[in-house]
């Protein structure tokens, strides 16, 4: 795997930096670990919540988003844990609103003016569509990580992913 290289060539090239003074290593090397420390906490919770989603009854939500470039499982499971059953939205405006993905409108009479997003809404589930929409500002390519995420899932939904 390309990424795995390349992350192996920077914990090289970082552990081969030279400092003159023993006690900047020192710290460097602190730092270091407590990078190393927090990523292996991170993966201990994904697992974690992998193993314990398998269960969870909105799987079956989570699945088909994941087709979306940019979702990946946990953008997925937070944005289904967020928002719920979204059959409680009777209208994708509604839905829209509840994020905070609105325009808001100064209106005074006959006219109306429309400004930037109101950002009243869900904060943390719109950051993570706004991350994920980053995304489609390059053509899609179907690389082996999303072909796993397509198995097992209808030929409609992965087309229109």
């Known amino acids: 795997?390309?990424?795995?290289?390349?992350?192996?060539?920077?914990?090289?090239?970082?552990a081969d930096i030279k400092f003159e003074n023993p006690t900047h290593r020192i710290a460097f090397t602190e730092y270091r670990l407590a990078v190393q420390a927090s990523g292996d906490?991170?993966?201990?919770?994904?697992?974690v919540i992998r193993q314990e989603s398998e269960r969870w009854r909105w799987l079956p939500v989570v699945k088909p988003l994941m087709l979306l470039r940019g979702v990946?499982?946990?953008?997925?499971?937070?944005?289904?844990?967020?928002?719920?059953d979204l059959k409680r939205f009777d209208h994708p405006r509604k839905l829209m609103s509840f994020l905070g993905l609105v325009?808001?409108?100064?209106?005074?009479?006959?006219?109306?003016?429309?400004?930037?997003?109101?950002?009243?809404?869900?904060?943390?589930v719109r950051k993570l569509l706004i991350e994920s929409a980053w995304n489609y500002q390059h053509p899609g390519k179907i690389i082996r990580a999303i072909e796993q995420r397509l198995d097992g899932l209808p030929q409609a939904m992965t087309e229109i992913a």
């Open 41 to 47: 906490r991170l993966e201990r919770l994904n697992t």
């Open 103 to 124: 325009p808001c409108e100064f209106s005074s009479g006959a006219s109306k003016q429309r400004g930037s997003i109101t950002r009243t809404g869900n904060g943390r």
């Open 72 to 84: 990946d499982f946990l953008t997925a499971m937070t944005i289904v844990a967020e928002i719920g």
């Open 1 to 14: 795997m390309k990424s795995c290289r390349v992350i192996l060539k920077h914990l090289k090239f970082l």
